[in-house]
């Protein structure tokens, strides 16, 4: 990695090592507890990063020994990279060495143990992404999502042709994120960098469906459904029925909601709900409007009914999220 990575993002520079759990935990949303193994170190501790709905980048500089929990109702992947230094990492009584060679994948549910090796100060990336960002890729790459959760290797060696694109993949988003440049900063094209990330992991890595892939890539979604799908992305903001799908996919609603159902594990109409909620929760981390004009932005028309939805989805209400900008 070229160092120093998000540096126009200081989240916390401090000797107490509080700062740093409570600036990890806001960073990646809550969908994580930490706590110290050894006590509380003094130190130099510093974190910077960048958070969206999906996803969540931090690096990390602390000789603090952590624990992170997944948090029940959340489900998210981790990477880990080093920078700088060792710090001896653990998954489930599997065990690794983060350095600039060697990264570590933890599945959603596991905790990870993370211990920087003294004397020499450690500094690694985090990275997580959503499990649902996984799942799309996943159903992307097969056409079809996965029948059970995906699950990774722990080890992931950054010195083959197959690690070093994942590392390239992840340079990338930290380059863009690091100029300046507004087009960088954009969701669009942050989710976009992500996308490519998760494609080259789920390629890359060995995992618990790697069989599926191991042939290349399947034929993708039929022509109905990939019409269905271009046809709610572009109304989205607008009232969606199950009619207005069917019509626009050519075919009864009988026939695409079995196309969704078999493809993306899901009805229509759920589709659309999610990806509504996704757009709303991009936008209330993004920006300073109200949520209430942005759910009107998107197309809800039942504030009660969407904050029982949203809570569903994310495992917290639109004012949580909110609150955190």
């Known amino acids: ?61 602390s000789p603090l020994q952590i624990r992170v929990s997944s948090t029940e109702g959340l489900s998210s992947y981790f990477v880990n990279i080093g920078v700088s230094g060792a710090i001896a990492a653990s998954r489930g009584g599997l065990d690794v060495t983060l350095d600039t060679a060697t990264a570590g994948v933890v599945n959603p549910g596991d905790t990870q143990e993370l211990r920087p090796a003294p004397p020499t100060p450690s500094r690694f990336l ?36 197959e690690g070093r694109a994942i590392r390239l993949a992840v340079r990338s988003l930290l380059e863009g994120l690091d100029s300046g440049d507004p087009l960088f900063q954009r969701a669009e094209l942050q989710r976009s960098q992500l996308r490519c990330i998760v494609t080259a992991l789920l390629l890359a890595q060995p995992h618990s469906h790697t069989d599926e892939l191991r042939d290349g890539p399947q034929p993708g979604h039929p022509r109905s459904l990939r019409a269905a799908l271009a046809f709610i992305e572009a109304n989205l903001a607008e009232r969606i029925t199950l009619g207005d799908i069917a019509k626009a996919a050519d075919c009864a609603p009988r026939t695409i909601s079995s196309a969704f159902r078999d493809r993306l594990g ?10 509504r909620l996704d757009r709303i929760r991009q936008d209330i981390l993004t920006t300073t409007d109200n949520v209430g004009t942005i759910a009107y932005r998107w197309g809800v028309s039942h504030l009660g009914r969407f904050a029982g939805d949203y809570r569903d989805r994310f495992n917290e209400l639109p004012s949580d999220t909110a609150s955190r900008r």
């Open 266 to 275: 899901l009805s229509p109409m759920s589709y659309v709900r999610n990806l």
């Open 126 to 161: 985090g990275l997580r992404i959503d499990a649902a960002l996984v799942d799309q890729e996943y159903a992307a790459l097969t056409g079809s999502p996965p029948e059970s959760a995906v699950r990774f290797d722990f080890a992931l060696d950054l010195s083959k042709p």
């Open 1 to 61: 990695m070229l160092p120093p990575p998000l540096r126009n993002f200081l989240i916390t520079r401090s000797q107490n090592p509080v700062d740093l759990l409570n600036a990890a935990t806001r960073l990646f949303g809550g969908s994580i507890a930490t706590s110290p193994l050894d006590g509380l170190c003094r130190g130099d501790h510093e974190l910077r990063g960048v958070a969206a709905h999906d996803f969540a980048v931090g690096y990390f500089a």
